[in-house]
């Protein structure tokens, strides 16, 4: 689903069809459990991301986010160099300085009111591989937009990511990845009036 790609869920067909959102604000936490006990995170708020709704009459959605992992910080610089040169190898390939979720399939919210605990399956693209992922999402009413957080876990060496190690002290294989975002309507498409246009002459 890091998803939304989860931001599937801010979409309501019969009032948004058509609607475009982009992610306006987000947070990922990144979760390691350390195998002598205890856990670091790794944070970035440089996540974003586009969901759009298709029409009425053919109500579908498309979802991405993107996460820069060259910004992933756990708090100690020689850590986070040796995370992002080591392990998460940004400088290998291309993409892989990004993580990036799409295919968000949801469950458990009413299309019409889009709020509440959901589950979530989605494809994850880290490190060159790409795997599907589930986990839980909950969504709010946030003004205008939604409020989206979501958590799911990772285990890094289905991702071909070597166990990470750090003063001689290494990371478990699965890590929590928590995602949270706002995402905001654009200018709804021109698509909304036509199709409600053909919906009218459909109905009469």
């Known amino acids: 689903g890091l998803g939304v790609a989860l931001a599937l869920l801010v979409v309501a067909p019969s009032a948004w069809a058509g ?3 982009a992610v306006a604000a987000g947070d990922v936490k990144v979760t390691c459990p ?3 006990g205890g856990s670091f995170q790794a944070r970035t708020t440089s996540l974003k991301g586009t969901v759009q709704s ?3 009459a053919s109500p579908s959605h498309r979802a991405r986010l993107v996460v820069d992992l060259r910004t992933l910080d756990t708090g100690i610089d020689l850590r986070t160099e040796h995370m992002r040169a080591n392990y998460l190898e940004v400088d290998k390939a291309p993409g892989y300085d990004q993580a990036v979720i799409s295919d968000v399939d949801l469950t458990g919210l009413k299309a019409d009111a889009p709020e509440g605990k959901a589950r979530f399956s989605a494809t994850l693209a880290l490190h060159g591989v790409s795997r599907p992922v589930t986990g839980q999402a909950e969504v ?7 409020k989206v957080k979501a958590s799911f876990p990772v285990q890094l060496s289905s991702h071909m990511i070597p166990e990470p190690r750090y003063l001689g002290v290494g990371v478990k294989d699965q890590v929590t990845v928590e995602v949270t975002f706002t995402a905001t309507p654009e200018a709804a498409t021109t698509s909304r009036s036509i199709d409600r246009r053909r919906v009218t002459a459909t109905s009469t």
């Open 19 to 21: 609607a475009a959102w």
């Open 54 to 56: 298709n029409t009425v």
């Open 140 to 146: 709010r009413r946030d003004g205008s937009g939604l």
């Open 34 to 36: 350390l195998t002598v």
